[in-house]
């Protein structure tokens, strides 16, 4: 089964949470939910106190936590960094290690844009403790193309199929497309269909995807 | 015309660095001493800041700054302000603090002692217009689109005057009226009298509008998620309190936009702000929750539209009424946008329009594709079954009736159009589709499931003129395009970059496209934004290079003897049409243009170009044979992007839940420029239509006026599971006369109509249940199935 490529709450469902709720109207309880997360956050004065951190270009650590150096397997290779005991891999991809092309979008696994493959399994790495993947390894939108400039055939597939509309989505669906074909390497387009769920494109590129996916598993 | 670019495919440059993540995008930039900001937002939807006490969190280590509305340029009201001291909805940032870490300066948030005095607020936009309700301005309830807020009341007369769930009508901010309406609904066979609700619904671009600045020698640079280039710079150079020149937008990639990022936003200058203040970098980045606070929503809609249709079906009157919720701004002019929309597609005899933009405590609207227009789909498509079913006319056929064409006038001033093949594309469509075989389908049982058969159709203007167009032929022989619209991901700056290889007649591998940074020379370009690139920036585009041809056979001619009659272009060369073996490289041409100067190299220029593109010209001057003039190509009459969509849906009577089985959408948008761009444009529009008739609103709670969807699963952006697995698209293709290659927009509409197509087909798989509502959620569905009613009273916005 494609979805089982997610290793997240997301694949035992077979969908993702988010869109069976999506179907629903906002039920009472939800609304109410809602008031109350936000109403309560609001009462400390600020309302958009999300927790972040690891995105210091600074050694000051946050009252309480202390950065500990660790060694990571980020594309092959060996990279050793400082990190927070509650930072996220996504923070530390982009803000230690330099390897922006992993996207933030939501930063609460809503909508893949961070997906990232840890031992070739795909991680929403907003939702990934970076402490968590030590000695495992990671593969990032950076690690796909060759040295010679060669591409994966997902990405020469999203070139010749014009997969991408704005492109900030792009990294994560390539990666879920990458994952899909490691496990599956014929999918159908149903499969494929279910394997990029997680994955939300804002511009409608959904089609143009799929056949970028299908055209790499034909030539690959 | 045969073309040797214009309507092929092609590779465009940006795409590469999109697949292997090296595209950057605002919050991918890194500087040396890089701070990083976060925002105080209003707790409250409408107060004043009494107090303010930041002391505390100024001591704390790592915290390096802070800014307040007292250290930014004020913006007067409506617009929306940089910081203010009055916020007007829950999320209005009241001050940012800079540190050395998101962590820090998030703590440091806690510290700030914040006292407010809370004023009355309004969420519905009737409430603001009842005797002594609030208004969200010092200057007024009604806000208008980058004017000023006035007062408009109506009488408890007027709300006395309304039934139970009827709009009530008082005085209007606009109006016009063309025709005897009262004399058309006397005449009508069948009159159609209804009170409709479209939610307002957030953009939801997939990059928040994250920004970076920092400052070097007096001159800003700032990285801003922008749809548009140059159009954005004098505002953003405005809010940043420096001249034109000395603003650097940096804005190669933009990660959707939508309509809320197709003009300067003030909010994006804040890190320049702060880094002014501190002397460091800063980065702002906005979370998913903050850009549903503070960034952009579609206006929400309550109205009341009359419709007088004669026995076969023609639209003989229409009387529309429109009421706009338009956020804590000036907002954008969508319910004009409506009025204009609705005598142009269904082109009533007689039309009357009234409309009123009403400032509402919730976050800022600002136009979304199709503003208005598409609202007014979703209103109408399904009033035109109804009236169709009524009058047992072809669902299809009352709209080829109605439909418009390159003869039709609208709106109050009878505006004329370029050219209208809405007609052909629906024909496209019902072909493709299958209409004659699928509307016997209307209504058939599959156990539990139900089919419906629905149609839409939409309209938003799609292009302008008067532009500059600039290329710069480089004495290696390449020509750089120079192109300043913006990069909001549909590859358009591309596919219109290729009119210029077309009109020098020069291998695509040739060219290089300049774009992205105003330290590359852009010229002044509308932005890209209201579905206009395809037509504004072919015309620029092929003045800017026609300017060069010119320029390359007068040199020719200068060189080789006779004059630049007897010359032409082609395979990157300029040639002697009755012996082609004369001839000059683009590489030797570029060469001559440097050595005469003068017009050939810049030096002299057009006195009629915007002082933008003059700059820029003036920069590259005697680098190369400049091509540079503004657009002053004839145009006559609005060109208008059409388009039309039709689906098949599987609707369960027993969960209310439907399965879109197919979508076929078709555009009239001229020439096509670029398939693939095209196929692009139709899907999406159909994937945020999709969106838009069934997932997407705003909520608000009415007690408090806090946002309730704050977060994709509340806002619920379609996924890859509620979109067909397949989309069909289809196109005229017919060449607009008023564009040098015929092209004309089209991104906008295409979600309208299939908006307005799905709703179509969920009433119509209800045998004919016509909700008023947009969107249209599953516990609608299911009290309508259960023959219960509503839970929502009729008029009630934005709290269910």
């Known amino acids: 089964m494609a979805n089982d490529t997610h290793q997240d709450a997301n694949a035992n469902t077979g969908q993702p949470p988010v869109f069976e709720e999506a179907r629903d109207p906002v039920t009472r309880r939800a609304f109410i939910k809602s008031v109350i997360a936000t109403g309560a956050v609001a009462s400390t004065g600020g309302i958009m106190l999300v927790s972040l951190s690891g995105c210091s270009d600074d050694a000051t650590p946050a009252a309480g936590s202390v950065e500990r150096l660790v060694n990571l397997n980020i594309n092959g290779k060996s990279r050793p960094v400082d990190v927070l005991p509650n930072e996220t891999l996504a923070m530390t991809l982009r803000y230690k290690l330099g390897l922006t092309g992993t996207k933030l979008a939501c930063d609460r696994g809503e909508c893949g844009a961070c997906t990232v493959l840890v031992d070739d399994v795909t991680h929403n790495s907003c939702s990934t403790l970076t402490h968590s993947v030590r000695g495992r390894a990671v593969t990032t939108i950076e690690g796909l193309e060759q040295p010679d400039g060669t591409l994966h055939p997902v990405q020469q597939a999203m070139i010749d199929e014009l997969g991408p509309q704005c492109g900030f989505c792009t990294p994560g669906q390539v990666m879920s497309g990458v994952a899909l074909l490691k496990n599956n390497p014929n999918p159908s387009r149903e499969e494929a269909r279910q394997g990029l769920a997680g994955n939300l494109c804002r511009c409608g590129a959904y089609d143009h995807y799929l056949n970028s996916i299908m055209r790499a598993a034909r030539v690959s | ?800």
């Open chain 2, 1 to 800: 015309m045969a073309f040797k670019h214009i309507g092929k495919n092609f590779t465009p440059p940006d795409v590469r660095a999109k697949v292997t993540g090296k595209a950057k995008y605002a919050e991918d930039f890194r500087a040396e001493g890089m701070l990083f900001i976060k925002l105080l937002a209003s707790p409250m939807p409408h107060a004043i800041v009494r107090n303010l006490d930041a002391s505390e969190a100024l001591k704390m280590d790592g915290v390096v700054g802070i800014l307040t509305a007292d250290d930014v340029p004020n913006i007067p009201e409506p617009q929306m302000p940089i910081l203010t001291n009055h916020p007007k909805y829950v999320g209005d940032p009241i001050l940012a603090i800079a540190a050395t870490s998101e962590q820090i300066a998030s703590d440091a948030l806690e510290k700030v002692v914040i006292e407010y005095e809370p004023r009355p607020f309004v969420i519905d936009p009737l409430v603001s217009l009842f005797p002594g309700g609030p208004d969200v301005h010092d200057s007024g309830n009604v806000a208008l689109f980058r004017g000023k807020a006035e007062t408009i009341k109506w009488t408890a007369r007027d709300f006395a005057a309304a039934a139970e769930n009827e709009l009530p009508r008082g005085k209007p901010q606009g109006e016009w009226e063309h025709g005897d309406v009262d004399e058309g609904f006397a005449n009508a066979a069948l009159v159609l009298d209804e009170t409709f609700v479209v939610a307002g619904h957030p953009h939801q671009s997939m990059e928040p509008r994250s920004a970076f600045a920092y400052w070097e020698n007096g001159k800003c640079y700032l990285h801003a998620s922008s749809q548009s280039h140059t159009f954005n710079v004098p505002d953003y150079a405005k809010y940043c309190g420096v001249e034109t020149e000395d603003l650097i937008l940096i804005a190669e990639f933009c990660g959707g936009g939508f309509g809320s990022k197709g003009t300067a936003y003030p909010i994006a200058t804040i890190p320049a702000h702060m880094s002014k203040k501190v002397g460091r970098p800063c980065m702002m980045r906005i979370t998913r929750a903050e850009e549903y606070f503070l960034g952009s929503r579609r206006n929400g809609f309550q109205g009341n539209v009359k419709l007088g249709f004669s026995e076969e079906g023609r639209l003989i009157a229409a009387d529309l009424y429109v009421v706009q919720q338009g956020g804590a701004n000036d907002s954008f002019p969508d319910y004009a946008n409506a009025g204009e929309a609705l005598s142009l597609v269904y082109t009533p005899e007689a039309m009357r329009w009234k409309g009123i933009p009403i400032a509402t405590n919730t976050p800022p609207t600002g136009a979304q594709r199709g503003p208005g227009q598409n609202q007014l789909a979703c209103v109408m498509e399904p009033l035109m079954d109804k009236a169709a079913k009524t009058l047992g006319v072809d669902r299809l056929a009352i709209r080829e009736l109605n439909a418009p064409d390159s003869n039709t006038t609208f709106g109050g001033r009878r505006s004329t159009l370029s050219s209208a093949y809405l007609k052909e594309a629906m024909r496209n469509g019902a072909e493709r589709f299958n209409w004659e075989e699928k509307k016997k389908q209307s209504g058939q049982r599959n156990g539990s499931k139900v089919v419906g058969i629905g149609v839409g159709q939409a309209f938003h203007p799609g292009g302008s003129s008067g532009f500059d167009g600039l290329l710069r032929i480089a004495p290696d022989g390449k020509v750089h395009i120079h192109t300043g619209v913006g990069n909001l991901g549909t590859y358009s700056y591309a596919s219109t970059s290729r009119v210029s290889a077309e009109v020098l007649g020069c291998s695509w591998e040739n060219c290089v496209i300049e774009r992205g940074d105003s330290r590359r020379h852009l010229p002044w370009n509308l932005g890209q934004f209201g579905s206009n690139t395809s037509y504004t920036m072919t015309r620029t585009n092929y003045a800017g290079a026609m300017d060069a041809k010119m320029k390359l056979l007068e040199i020719a001619a200068m060189d080789m003897g006779g004059t630049a009659d007897d010359y032409d272009v082609g395979d990157d060369k300029v040639f002697f049409k009755a012996d082609p073996s004369k001839n000059l490289t683009f590489a030797q041409a570029a060469q001559r243009a440097i050595e005469l100067g003068g017009k050939y190299s810049g030096e002299e220029m057009n006195e009629d170009m915007h002082s933008i593109t003059k700059a820029s010209v003036k920069a590259l001057a005697g680098t190369g044979l400049i091509g540079a003039a503004k657009d002053n190509h004839p145009s006559k009459g609005l060109p208008p992007a059409l388009a039309t969509t039709f689906i098949k849906i599987e609707l369960d009577v027993e969960t209310g839940k439907y399965e879109i089985l197919e979508y076929v959408g078709t555009a009239d948008c001229g020439t096509v420029v670029h398939p693939q761009g095209l196929e692009h444009q139709i899907r999406g529009g159909g994937v945020m239509g999709i969106g838009m008739a069934g997932l997407e609103r705003i909520v608000y709670d009415p007690q408090n006026g806090l946002p309730a969807n704050i977060g994709f699963h509340q806002a619920k952006p379609p996924s890859y599971l509620d979109v067909p697995p397949e989309m069909d698209v289809g196109y005229v293709d017919k060449p607009d006369p008023t564009n040098p290659v015929g092209a004309r927009g089209i991104g906008e509409p295409l979600m309208g109509c299939a908006a307005s197509a799905l709703i179509s087909a969920i009433s119509d798989a209800l045998g004919g249940v016509y909700f008023n509502r947009t969107p249209v959620v599953p516990d609608m569905i299911i009290n309508a199935l259960a023959d219960r009613p509503q839970s929502y009273k009729t008029l009630q916005v934005s709290n269910q």
